[in-house]
T-cell receptor, first 114, second 107 residues
């Protein structure tokens, strides 16, 4: 049982490049989300999804796109990378976002934008 | 706006020296308060959920408590393997995380 799997673990981009961070879960969770973690700040919600075909914005959505075509996968796209997007990105899932269920996290993608 | 503040930012303890971590929050309609443990280079790992004031949960050397304004994570007789960053999160309209407390336990 792999849980939440994120790829890649590390990535370096130049300003203006685009890329997709991958996230997959095998727990049949309805709710999936993307967070970024910066030093001295709490995890901040970028986008989330309460089920296949449904996505919504979180606290810091600008510069990022998501889609949810299957229950298992929730990729995060950086459209045109900026140095301010240098961060550690975590994907998380839970049984249902409508109830207070604990989040299961992947091990993160460390992104550096130069 | 929902807010979560954790204190202290960092805590250094000797092995066996008990202490508490604080999580203060303001939220419109608390649906749950969560504690997570995060090791370096890893994602947060779920520890506890508390739903209402007065509730307590225990796991090994950790005990979490909840009031209407704050939660405490009590660590009794900590060991070096308890060293980690401990995150608090509150579920209101959405999930808000605190910045964490980095705990170091020296042998």
């Amino acid at each position: 049982n792999a849980g939440v799997t994120q790829t890649p673990k590390f990535q370096v981009l130049k300003t203006g490049q685009s890329m997709t961070l991958q996230c997959a879960q095998d727990m049949n969770h309805e709710y999936m989300s993307w967070y970024r973690q910066d030093p001295g700040m709490g995890l901040r919600l970028i986008h989330y999804s309460v089920g296949a075909g449904i996505t919504d914005q979180g606290e810091v959505p600008n510069g990022y796109n998501v889609s949810r075509s299957t229950t298992e996968d929730f990729p995060l796209r950086l459209l045109s990378a900026a140095p301010s997007q240098t961060s550690v990105y975590f994907c998380a899932s839970s049984y249902s976002g409508r109830r207070s269920s604990p989040l299961h996290f992947g091990n993160g993608t460390r992104l550096t934008v130069t | 706006e929902d807010q979560v503040t954790q204190s202290p930012e960092a805590l250094r303890l000797q092995e066996g020296e008990s202490s508490s971590l604080n999580c203060s929050y303001t939220v419109s309609g608390l649906r749950g308060l969560f504690w997570y443990r995060q090791d370096p280079g890893k994602g947060p790992e779920f520890l506890f959920t508390l739903y209402s004031a007065g509730e307590e949960k225990e796991k090994e050397r950790l005990k979490a408590t909840l009031t209407k304004k704050e939660s405490f994570l009590h660590i009794t007789a900590p060991k070096p393997e308890d060293s980690a960053t401990y995150l608090c999160a509150v579920q209101g309209n959405d999930m808000r995380f605190g910045a964490g407390t980095r705990l170091t336990v020296k042998p």
